[in-house]
């Protein structure tokens, strides 16, 4: 099998191509050949700062990717040689909350991820993905989708009529905006850069600010539902932005603490989740059981991922590169 691992030393230049010997297949296990693969933020984060996170060297990288499945071990009946499949980002967690134990099971990071040409997961890591999409489409679903499922839908109950603020135009933002407008919402989306904003208008969104000409978006979020504040915070910025965000949600309304793209460090004053009585579930992707729900949806809607660029495998560096330039809108995706 191919890689593309981080071997010796952290940092995007220090990945290095190589060669693994193709792994048995044990009990339940099933062989994928992997076709796409997509990029998060934590993926950046991995390759660049693992070590701050103690994590085991040699590793292959990256949460996402999706592909078919070219051989299966004894006793595999969930999927079949041929099937169209995604891994799941904690290969354990597949349904209810959040525990722990999972954590050992994350892809690219706690285990060995998807930046191969194959892989060998067990079947019940695996989601059959939407007919209408392409690898590359699916290579998006694990992280990224997941998390913003988790975060308006399964822990959120967004419905329709609601009003959604979304942060930024990257990968969880994006799906988080499709979304609110296959839910019947109104989406709110931030950016710095306008030419985003307006891409994100032709996705469906609401109203759009530009937090680098107004400062005091939550002020302008309040001004533009009537002085209500909406019902829902997409928060992918962190310690920098909660106050802000604390501002523009409604009383009695839910902020989804997903990034922290701001950084860790910053002081947040809790007075307004107490006053307004502000829901602030934190959200870390999510099960097997949620990444289905949502597969349903996207198949009834027929929605697609956005994908700002495509890398071929051996540009996996400049992939990484880009992702870190925060030029992209939706995701960025590795061919493999």
Same mark, same amino acid.
């Given at each position: 099998?191919?890689?593309?691992?981080?071997?010796?030393?952290?940092? $995007?230049?220090?990945?290095?191509?190589?060669?693994?010997?193709?792994?048995?297949?044990?009990?339940?296990?099933?062989?994928?050949?992997?076709?796409?693969?997509?990029?998060?933020?934590?993926?950046?984060?991995?390759?660049?700062?693992?070590?701050?996170?103690?994590?085991?060297?040699?590793?292959?990288?990256?949460?996402?990717?999706?592909?078919?499945?070219?051989?299966?071990?004894?006793?595999?009946?969930?999927?079949?040689?041929?099937?169209?499949?995604?891994? $799941?980002?904690?290969?354990?967690?597949?349904?209810?909350?959040?525990?722990?134990?999972?954590?050992?099971?994350?892809?690219?990071?706690?285990?060995?991820?998807?930046?191969?040409?194959?892989?060998?997961?067990?079947?019940?890591?695996?989601?059959?993905?939407?007919?209408?999409?392409?690898?590359?489409?699916?290579?998006?679903?694990?992280?990224?989708?997941?998390?913003?499922?988790?975060?308006?839908?399964?822990?959120?109950?967004?419905?329709?009529?609601?009003?959604?603020?979304?942060?930024?135009?990257?990968?969880?933002?994006?799906?988080?905006l499709q979304f609110?407008?296959?839910?019947?919402?109104?989406?709110?989306?931030? @950016?710095? @850069?306008?030419?985003? *904003?307006?891409?994100?208008?032709? *996705?469906?969104?609401?109203?759009?600010?530009?937090?680098?000409?107004?400062?005091?978006?939550?002020?302008?979020?309040?001004?533009?539902?009537?002085?209500?504040?909406?019902?829902?915070?997409?928060?992918?910025?962190?310690?920098?932005?909660?106050?802000? @965000?604390?501002?523009?949600?409604?009383?009695?309304?839910?902020?989804?603490?997903?990034?922290?793209?701001?950084?860790?460090?910053g002081k947040v004053?809790?007075?307004?989740? $107490?006053?307004?009585?502000?829901?602030?579930?934190?959200?870390?992707?999510?099960?097997?059981?949620?990444?289905?729900?949502?597969?349903?949806?996207?198949?009834?809607?027929?929605t697609k991922p956005?994908?700002?660029?495509?890398?071929?495998?051996?540009?996996?560096?400049?992939?990484?590169?880009?992702?870190?330039?925060?030029?992209?809108?939706?995701?960025?995706?590795?061919?493999?």
């Amino acid at each position: 099998m191919k890689t593309c691992e981080i071997t010796d030393a952290f940092g $995007i230049d220090a990945l290095k191509f190589s060669e693994r010997s193709d792994p048995p297949l044990q009990q339940g296990q099933a062989r994928i050949r992997v076709r796409a693969v997509s990029l998060n933020y934590r993926d950046l984060v991995t390759v660049k700062h693992g070590g701050a996170r103690a994590t085991r060297l040699p590793l292959i990288p990256c949460s996402d990717g999706a592909g078919e499945v070219v051989e299966v071990g004894p006793g595999v009946t969930r999927v079949k040689v041929g099937d169209r499949v995604a891994g $799941i980002f904690f290969q354990s967690w597949l349904a209810g909350d959040i525990t722990a134990a999972y954590f050992a099971s994350a892809l690219g990071g706690s285990i060995d991820g998807m930046l191969a040409d194959l892989v060998v997961l067990h079947e019940d890591g695996l989601v059959h993905f939407p007919a209408h999409m392409t690898p590359e489409e699916a290579a998006t679903l694990p992280c990224a989708a997941v998390t913003a499922w988790q975060g308006q839908v399964t822990k959120g109950g967004m419905k329709a009529g609601d009003t959604i603020l979304v942060q930024g135009t990257g990968g969880v933002s994006i799906f988080a905006l499709q979304f609110g407008v296959m839910a019947g919402a109104r989406v709110i989306v931030t @950016s710095s @850069s306008d030419e985003k *904003l307006a891409r994100a208008r032709q *996705l469906g969104a609401w109203e759009t600010i530009n937090y680098k000409t107004t400062h005091a978006w939550g002020k302008r979020v309040v001004e533009l539902t009537n002085g209500e504040g909406v019902d829902h915070v997409v928060e992918v910025g962190g310690a920098g932005t909660l106050e802000q @965000s604390f501002q523009a949600t409604r009383f009695g309304g839910t902020i989804s603490l997903i990034g922290v793209l701001t950084g860790f460090a910053g002081k947040v004053d809790p007075n307004p989740v $107490i006053r307004k009585g502000l829901r602030l579930p934190g959200i870390y992707v999510g099960s097997r059981e949620m990444f289905e729900a949502m597969n349903k949806a996207l198949a009834i809607q027929h929605t697609k991922p956005v994908i700002d660029r495509i890398f071929p495998f051996a540009e996996t560096r400049e992939a990484l590169k880009y992702m870190e330039s925060a030029a992209h809108f939706g995701k960025i995706v590795i061919t493999v």
